[in-house]
């Protein structure tokens, strides 16, 4: 079985630029979650995803951030214009189902760098 | 609100040593508890995970038991190797589905 696709793995852009990560997730599970995660630090969730459907959003900087998950399947979070403090982790995860029990499958990640 | 504290590291043990990275944790109702690990330029991997009191999450030589009188979950092996070297995260999940993080704690095993 195929775990959680992102690319790229590693993106470096100017400040003010935009970049875009993509994400697939394992086939069958319909909760995706996009989280980031700092040096040293544990993540923090973005957005999470039931199906196409945001649940959850409330940690996302919509200024400058957005994600979609047009067929709950794939999904692909932006940023424009990036800042140097963006420079971090992006990691994407999915799981079977939203429930307590589950364990989610993380991405390798995309290592981000503002310069 | 929900909340995950990890004794801080780095831990840094020989091989061969036994290991215990200690978590305790804040929650209302029955949360599930997880223990992800992070090998150094990858993703998080789930490591083990308890659902209910008195539950026993294992795998790799790894264990930990849900103990839900002193709010902890703490991580043990009787004998690391050098590759278990990586950084270790505690995590529960709540009624809100959400996962609440610890800071991470990161083991060096030397040979």
């Known amino acids: 079985e195929a775990g959680v696709v992102q690319s790229p793995r590693y993106k470096i852009i100017e400040k003010k630029q935009p970049v875009a990560f993509w994400c697939n997730p394992i086939?069958?599970?319909?909760?995706l979650y996009w989280y980031r995660q700092n040096l040293g630090q544990g993540p923090e969730l973005l957005i999470r995803?039931?199906?196409?459907?945001?649940?959850?959003d409330s940690q996302l900087p919509k200024d400058r951030f957005s994600a979609e998950r047009l067929k709950g399947v794939d999904s692909t979070l932006k940023i424009q214009p990036a800042e140097l403090g963006d420079s971090a982790v992006y990691l994407c995860?999915?799981?079977?189902?939203?429930?307590?029990?589950?364990?989610?499958?993380f991405g390798s990640g995309t290592r981000l760098t503002v310069v | 609100g929900n909340s995950v504290t990890q004794m801080e590291g780095p831990v840094t043990l020989s091989e061969e040593a036994f290991l215990t990275i200690n978590c305790t944790y804040t929650?209302?109702?029955?949360?599930?508890l997880f223990w992800y690990v992070q090998y150094p330029g990858e993703g998080l991997q789930l490591l083990l995970k308890?659902?209910?009191a008195d539950d026993k999450g294992s795998n790799k030589g790894f264990e930990a038991t849900y103990r839900k009188e002193t709010t902890s979950f703490h991580l043990e092996k009787g004998s690391v190797q050098v590759s278990d070297s990586a950084v270790y995260f505690c995590?529960?999940?709540?009624?809100?589905?959400?996962?609440?993080w610890g800071a991470g704690t990161k083991l060096i095993i030397k040979p």
């Open positions: 995860a999915s799981s079977l189902a939203q429930g307590q029990n589950y364990g989610y499958t």
């Open positions: 086939s069958g599970h319909n909760t």
């Open positions: 995803y039931e199906n196409e459907e945001a649940v959850d």
């Open positions: 929650a209302t109702g029955y949360p599930s």
């Open positions: 308890a659902t209910k």
């Open positions: 995590a529960l999940s709540g009624s809100n589905y959400q996962l609440i």
